[in-house]
């Protein structure tokens, strides 16, 4: 995999340089600047993959500022972590939106539209990229609601400059049969080594796609419980990832802004830009510590002023940090494990420890799947082998998975709570899936800060918001006033996506 992506470094390159100036996601949401380029399918895929795993610029803003100090995984007290608080800014709030749209869209939808016409490629291959579709634009409609979606990507071929929005409900209908249609068209051919992610393994495609597929469907589960049941049925049906699988993109050590792993772009002091203001939130170190959860010594660096684990708490400053009884120096907190944010590591999408707590979810609803305990084990299971992907070093006892297991049994009367519970700290780094899980179930059962300036009346945030660049165009007005959006747009942040019950 890593001597394939050195391999097509140059072609990446050109097609990076084609993005190097940045818009505002709208004058040019629908330009692609190397649509002149005849690229070879397997290449633009590998790019389309590395984007949409991502660069620092996006990672640091949406996923790490708001969406990781939001959910509470981490806490900061610098006041431009403004997840951390619920404050406002704009650019930070609209960055996944405008890294998608200005750079993942237009290639992914281009590489389709050559790949259904029959120039290029095969069957497989539009497979693979009908699935990674519904993977990217999935991301942007839980993070902002109604997005362009049929008629984005299309300034070229069809020469729509200010593509539509689209509700999110007929996205999602349509993200899942494009999940199903292409799974049914996977077979022979395919990307194979161009494929960052499994490497052409058109079986272990095939599980990751019906494993997105029961995602989507449990989004509707309080929307729409009948659909909701019958896409989980389905994916169920088909088969879903198995122990050992996981979808990922494993990174290399450059070149910068292609091939690093975004995260690590932002966390990693030896290679990235270092930034050291987040810690872990004293939500999850308390969790952790209370359930006795051996994972807490692979997330969390010991403070370096000494004492075991520490979590800093939510919503504190600079000042307020030095009454906090916890502690009053970021020393006395945990940071990250540096082995887990290098630029080398890998960015996780999706793990088979995800599926089961999905699975267990299911089974509670009725849904079908087996039994919610054995699921529930079979995650917990699967969720603490997880870090060694990161680093052999990284290992945890089978002893000590089963004394965890002995003191945190499945209990059926509480356990949409400790799905809750799993589920959210599994998705720890996969901070937009964490983020959208829990406003889908609003399990665990988080305390919001209600810091001086927040923008939200002191609840935790519900989405993130447009580009304030997308006011008075015609199509974002109609989705602005249909979503029940005021004008103002720091007031955003408050109101629900249509599938948020």
């Known amino acids: 995999m890593k001597n394939y992506t050195k391999h097509i470094g140059f072609i990446l ?3 990076l340089l084609g993005y190097s100036s940045c818009d505002d996601g709208f004058g040019e949401l629908n330009t692609d600047p190397t649509a002149s380029i005849d690229l070879n399918p397997k290449f633009q895929f590998s790019y389309v993959q590395l984007r949409t795993s991502g660069g620092r610029y996006e990672n640091w803003r949406a996923g ?22 619920y404050t406002w800014n704009g650019d930070y709030n609209s960055s996944l939106f405008d890294r998608v749209y200005q750079e993942t869209v237009k290639d992914l939808q281009d590489l389709i539209g050559k790949l259904e016409a029959g120039t290029a490629g095969d069957n497989t291959m539009l497979g693979q990229a009908r699935i990674w579709r519904a993977l990217v634009f999935h991301r942007i409609t839980d993070l ?4 362009p979606y049929f008629e984005a990507g299309k300034g070229i071929t069809e020469g729509i400059d200010f593509p539509k929005f689209d509700e999110q409900e007929t996205i999602y209908l349509d993200m899942l049969n494009e999940i199903e249609q292409g799974i049914g068209q996977l077979g022979d051919g395919g990307f194979e080594s161009a494929d960052l992610m499994f490497s052409g393994d058109t ?3 095939k599980r990751f796609g019906y494993s997105l597929m029961l995602r989507l469907g449990m989004r509707l589960s309080e929307v729409d419980p009948g659909t909701a049941q019958a896409w989980t049925a389905k994916a169920i049906a088909g088969g879903v990832m198995m122990d050992g699988d996981i979808a990922l993109i494993q990174h290399t050590n450059g070149p910068e802004g292609i091939n690093m792993n975004g995260i690590g772009e932002v966390l990693d002091k030896a290679v990235g830009f270092g930034d050291d203001c987040p810690r872990l939130s004293a939500t999850l170190v308390n969790w952790m510590t209370s359930t006795g959860d051996p994972r807490l010594d692979i997330l969390g660096e010991l403070p370096e002023n000494g004492g075991g684990h520490n979590g ?3 919503g504190l400053d600079a000042t307020t940090i030095l009454e906090n009884p916890t502690g009053t120096a970021l020393e006395d907190f945990d940071r990250v494990n540096a082995m887990l944010v290098s630029v080398q590591s890998p960015m996780i999408f999706m793990t088979h420890a995800e599926t089961e707590f999905l699975l267990a979810e299911a089974a509670i609803r009725g849904w079908g799947g087996g039994d919610a305990a054995t699921h529930y084990e079979n995650g917990v299971r699967s969720a603490m082998k997880l870090y060694e992907i990161y680093d052999p070093s990284l290992v945890i006892d089978e002893g000590a998975v089963n004394a ?5 049994a499945f209990d059926a009367s509480n356990g949409m709570q400790q799905i809750g519970w799993q589920h959210w700290t599994v998705n720890f780094l996969n901070e937009y899936e964490a983020f959208s899980n829990w406003r889908r179930t ?17 609840q ?22 249909r979503q029940g959006l005021g004008t103002d747009f720091t007031t955003f942040m408050s109101v629900p996506v249509w599938w948020d019950k």
């Open 13 to 15: 390159i050109l097609m």
């Open 64 to 85: 790490l500022i708001y969406s990781s100090t939001m959910l509470q995984h981490m806490a900061a007290v610098c006041g431009y972590w403004n997840g951390d608080k």
């Open 144 to 147: 902002y609601g109604d997005v």
């Open 203 to 205: 079986d272990k495609w």
């Open 312 to 314: 800093l708490p939510n």
């Open 404 to 408: 965890y297991l002995a003191v945190n």
């Open 442 to 458: 609003g399990f665990p059962d988080l305390t919001p800060v209600n810091y001086d300036g927040n923008v939200t009346n002191g």
């Open 460 to 481: 935790i945030p519900l989405r993130l918001a447009y580009p304030m660049s997308a006011a008075g165009r015609e199509q974002f007005e109609i989705a602005r006033t």
